[in-house]
């Protein structure tokens, strides 16, 4: 009923930028939480940021002054825009949106299918 679609992943220098984009779409009566998690290859999925509806953030000290979130209500989106990347960030990173849908009204977690970041030379 909910569909989580990511995007802006890719291959990158070490010191560089990406912004990556999820959009929830579906029978949505409300959106809480979203936000981001990744995984490296052999580790286990681990919170990188998330954003609540009035904007509070909370974020993994690993990523602490180089990654912002932030998200636009009104299109069911969150963002994470990455600075300073460096090879350590690589990983799959999978969007996360706790949603209510119209049909119960009673929120689920829901992810994306991950995109992909790779920061080398």
């Known amino acids: 009923q909910v569909q989580l679609v990511e995007s802006g992943g890719g291959l990158v220098q070490p010191g560089g930028s990406l912004r990556l984009s999820c959009a929830a779409s579906?029978?949505?009566?409300?959106?809480?939480?979203m936000g981001w998690y990744r995984q490296a290859p052999g580790q286990q999925r681990e919170l990188v940021a998330t954003?609540?509806?009035?904007?509070?953030?909370n974020y993994a000290d690993s990523i602490k002054g180089r990654f912002t979130i932030s998200r636009d209500n009104a299109k069911n989106t969150v963002y994470l825009q990455m600075n300073s990347l460096k090879p350590e960030d690589t990983a799959v990173y999978y969007c996360?949106?706790?949603?209510?849908?119209?049909?119960?009204?009673?929120?689920?977690?829901?992810w994306g299918q991950g995109t992909q970041v790779t920061v080398s030379s």
């Open positions: 996360y949106a706790r949603v209510s849908v119209v049909s119960t009204y009673r929120f689920a977690d829901y």
């Open positions: 579906g029978r949505i009566f409300s959106v809480a939480a």
């Open positions: 954003i609540t509806t009035t904007g509070s953030t």
